[in-house]
């Protein structure tokens, strides 16, 4: 019984099996197209993914360091996958990883490309294979910072002092690229400044060319610092010159010295610069002594500044260009009117008469100085005075009495001209007597009486 029903089962599986396999076929493939058509593979591009380095110290290790040549650290990629799959990549998902212990000798590393879903169902295709890197030994320098400013402050302001809070900054990188950095600047904008300023300042590599060096392989310890840049007012002041000793017998310094350049600029503060009006310079070098020529000399006047001030122009060194003009002197005889004489506090109850001038018309006296001063000297506008109460007191007298004294005469001269010998005038003073009837008539009885004698 049980045979004859497995026969039967039998026969009925075998039974017309051609149709029976071509319908298992057909009956996959319907359900391939099925599955494609409803779930098909798609591809999706990511521009701009970041190679990621790993085992770098591969080469690190040996004391050399990388550099990515062509921008082939960058890569742009192409994946194909089930769009169920595709529709969950997101870029941020894609990584493309360069190991740099399978460095080659020709320095390229491969690029692996995954993502971090469903990795084993996608298809990865990159415009870039291979990172092209550049190995160099790795060397270190350290160097100072310079502080510098660009731009220019305020109308009547210029910068003082540039400080910075670092000196020194060390770098380290390829050999190559580190030999090429001439200096470090700390570069601060000061356009229109006209106080003070603190702030944060990049360091900037340049090359012997002073231009500039940028790149990822250069490594520092520091890259900003900070900058005080201290912005100072101006102001324009003149020059002002002691000479010390004395020239020839027979000659005198000119009126005025020459200086080049006659005025400085100098800069401080405003409230310093306020109490300032000249540079005042006494130098032992500017000496005239025994000169029949004129004398120019050469002087740093930087010594002479205040301690709160400098000069505006960072350039000028300080050196000033002086000459005193040395002249022979000559002389002028002038004839000064009589008028001109005069007696300074007149004492009272006394008439004052200076004999020298008394019924004359003129009064010689000869002057000397420069040939300008003494030819600018005007005979009418020169005044002769006894001063009397000087007089008084030299002759050491409490008060005066009738009687006749030495006066000396003072004239109003300029200060570069002198006489060439004291001048006296004899001055006689006279009581003054009150004229009453009873002394006239007893006068004129004397008189009659000498008469007839």
């Not at 591809?43 to 062509?70: H, M, Q, R």
């Not at 300042?201 to 610092?225: F, H, P, R």
């Not at 005198?252 to 310079?281: F, M």
């Amino acid at each position: 019984m049980k045979n004859s029903l497995l026969k039967k089962a039998v026969r009925m599986l075998t039974n017309n099996i051609g149709l029976k396999l071509l319908a298992v076929i057909v009956s996959c493939g319907l359900w391939f197209v099925v599955n494609n058509i409803t779930d098909p593979i798609k591809s999706k591009n990511f521009n701009n993914i970041p190679v990621e380095f790993i085992n770098v110290d591969a080469v690190t290790n040996e004391g050399k360091v990388y550099e990515v040549l062509d921008g082939t650290n960058i890569v742009n990629v192409t994946v194909t996958g089930k769009s169920s799959v595709l529709s969950n990549i997101a870029r941020e998902d894609i990584r493309a990883v360069a190991d740099m212990s399978e460095l080659t000798f020709m320095n390229t590393v491969r690029i692996t490309m995954s993502s971090v879903r469903n990795n084993s169902e996608l298809d990865f295709k990159t415009n870039i294979e291979n990172v092209k890197l550049s190995i160099e030994t790795k060397t270190s320098i350290q160097k100072p910072i310079l502080a510098s400013t660009t731009g220019s402050p305020a109308d009547g302001y210029v910068v003082g002092k540039v400080e910075i809070s670092e000196n020194v900054v060390r770098f380290s990188g390829p050999e190559s690229l580190i030999q090429q950095i001439d200096h470090v600047d700390a570069v601060t904008n000061i356009e229109g400044s006209s106080s003070d300023i603190n702030t944060s300042v990049d360091l900037k590599l340049y090359d012997v060319e002073g231009k500039e060096i940028k790149n990822n392989s250069i490594k520092m310890n520091i890259s900003k610092v900070n900058v005080s840049v201290t912005i100072l007012a101006t102001k324009d002041v003149p020059l002002s010159f002691t000479v010390v000793g004395e020239p020839a017998r027979g000659y005198v310094v000119s009126e005025g010295i020459v200086s080049v350049p006659e005025t400085v600029k100098i800069a401080g503060r405003a409230s310093a610069l306020d109490s300032i009006s000249k540079i005042s310079i006494a130098d032992a070098a500017l000496t005239v002594e025994d000169a029949q020529e004129p004398v120019t000399v050469v002087l740093n006047i930087k010594k002479y500044l205040p301690g709160n001030v400098q000069f505006a122009d960072s350039n000028f060194s300080g050196n000033v260009s002086v000459t005193v003009g040395i002249e022979q002197l000559v002389t002028r005889e002038l004839q000064i009117p009589a008028r001109n004489f005069a007696a300074g506090s007149l004492p009272e109850q006394f008439n004052v008469i200076l004999r020298e001038v008394e019924g004359q018309e003129y009064y010689t006296i000869r002057i000397s100085g420069t040939r300008a001063a003494v030819d600018a000297v005007i005979v009418e506008n020169t005044i002769g005075v006894v001063d009397m109460d000087a007089l008084l007191e030299k002759l050491g007298l409490a008060e005066w009495v009738a009687g006749t004294y030495p006066g000396e005469i003072t004239f109003n001269l300029p200060e570069n001209v002198t006489l060439q010998q004291p001048y006296l005038m004899t001055v006689v003073l006279e009581e003054i007597v009150e004229d009453t009837g009873e002394e006239g008539a007893e006068g004129a009885e004397n008189q009659d009486n000498a008469e007839n004698e």
